[in-house]
């Protein structure tokens, strides 16, 4: 979608279905409705494999948790049930990780009454994780996984372990992935698969390996609302998953927009259109916690960290402002309101009108919106590669 352009024909097609279903008095609502609609979408996430091969850590990790935190799960002291436990995302309860006992560890035979226990139908997808090259019990869980039609992902742990071994023995690090790769494989070939799924990461530090390939190719094996609750729930750790969270919010602007130069919009004190200000600074704070930006995410990095908040807030260019000024999100939509509504008496939106106009009061503050909204995106973005980058750094030093 070119800069100008301020609803794409895909939007304005889910627009109009949207009136159809609902009429445009209620819009407003209707949209707010679907716009939240990832919260109320259950993700199941099902961790299984032997014991002390990472499943805790790696679940920590995806919920961004730390020791301090009430529900970190105990880590380092194998598997110490029989039972599935349950670990919510802080961030979104419907997102649930669940820890699984391995077949091998806790007495279980290979048969149904494994499955049974872990509830096997619950999990929209599997990760098997190991930290060698996959047993014959991990081969048999993913082969139950895969006669059931559920996604699964192998998992291979504590890359980290294997670089030092590689520099302690004077070997070429980049050798260790391939070589990995190539155990793993020809392990699971032998028990039935051709092309397995494996990605060999580290929970200590997610730059190495694949831990970004997992993430999208997760996120890419769900049916569209659990990606979108997928991608919006888990934080934002890497490079890829901070672009990804970008489309997603990309993709919800234009009917934030919507709602904000609604039918039903309020008129701004001391602005000359109508756009509900409060849904917009709503918004754009969504973004910075989806982003880690937020006060409390900071803080929660300084702590994870040991580096000091305003040292932190210096390298962020346009959070600074918005953690620090008051009014600075009024004062930022102003300006872009004066360039959209110059461009709109130009004409250049002229073919829009017609649709939009009949939805919301204001072309120009629905233009505006989406601009404002799309730029605070970028923007963030931004912030959100700056801030891994300072931890990458830190982790460095550490
Ligand atoms: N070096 C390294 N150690 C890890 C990694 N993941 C987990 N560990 C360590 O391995 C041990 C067992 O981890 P844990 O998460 O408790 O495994 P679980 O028994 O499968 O839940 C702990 O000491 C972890 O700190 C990793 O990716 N790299
Ligand atoms: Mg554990």
């Given amino acids: 979608m070119g800069d100008w352009e301020i609803i794409s024909n895909e939007e304005v097609d889910e627009l109009r279905r949207m009136v159809e279903d609902t009429g445009v008095q209620n819009l407003p609502n209707y949209i707010s409705k679907k716009a939240k609609q990832w919260q109320e979408v259950e993700v199941h996430i099902a961790v299984l494999g032997e014991t002390y091969v990472g499943k805790s850590t790696f679940i920590n990790q995806l919920r961004r948790v730390e020791e301090w935190d009430d529900t970190f799960a105990p880590v380092g002291l194998g598997d110490t049930t029989l039972e599935p436990t349950a670990y919510e995302n802080p961030y979104n309860k419907n997102m649930v990780f669940w820890d699984l006992p391995g077949v091998g560890t806790l007495k279980f035979s290979k048969d149904e009454s494994y499955f049974r226990t872990i509830n096997i139908e619950r999990y929209d997808f599997f990760i098997i994780m190991s930290d060698q090259c996959f047993s014959e019990n991990d081969a048999w869980l993913a082969r139950e996984i895969r006669k059931r039609g559920k996604p699964f992902f192998f998992v291979r742990s504590k890359l ?92 919800r602007v234009f009917k934030i927009a919507v709602i904000s130069a609604g039918v039903a919009a309020i008129p701004v004190p001391g602005l000359d259109v109508i756009a509900d200000l409060a849904i917009i600074a709503h918004e754009i704070h969504f973004y910075m916690s989806e982003f880690g930006l937020d006060e409390e995410s900071l803080k929660h990095l300084c702590k994870k960290t040991k580096t000091k908040y305003d040292q932190i807030t210096e390298s962020l260019k346009h959070s600074k402002s918005l953690l620090t000024e008051k009014n600075i999100i009024r004062t930022l939509f102003m300006k872009i309101v004066k360039t959209q509504a110059a461009e709109q008496v130009a004409g250049r939106f002229a073919k829009y009108i017609p649709i939009i106009g009949s939805i919301v009061s204001s072309g120009v503050a629905y233009g505006a919106c989406v601009k404002f909204l799309r730029s605070e995106i970028d923007l963030l973005e931004q912030d959100a590669h700056t801030l891994i980058d300072v931890v990458i750094d830190k982790n460095k030093k550490l």
């Fill in 160 to 251: 980290d372990e294997d670089f030092k071994s590689a520099e302690h023995d004077g070997q070429s690090i980049d050798k260790a992935v391939p070589r990995i790769y190539k155990s793993c494989a020809d392990n699971l070939r032998k028990a039935n698969f051709r092309e397995p799924n494996i990605f060999i990461i580290s929970n200590y530090n997610h730059e190495i390996g694949q831990f970004d390939d997992l993430m999208i190719a997760i996120f890419h094996s769900l049916p569209d609302l659990k990606k979108e609750a997928m991608i919006l729930s888990i934080g934002p750790l890497t490079h890829n998953i901070i672009r990804e969270k970008k489309k997603t919010l990309h993709s």
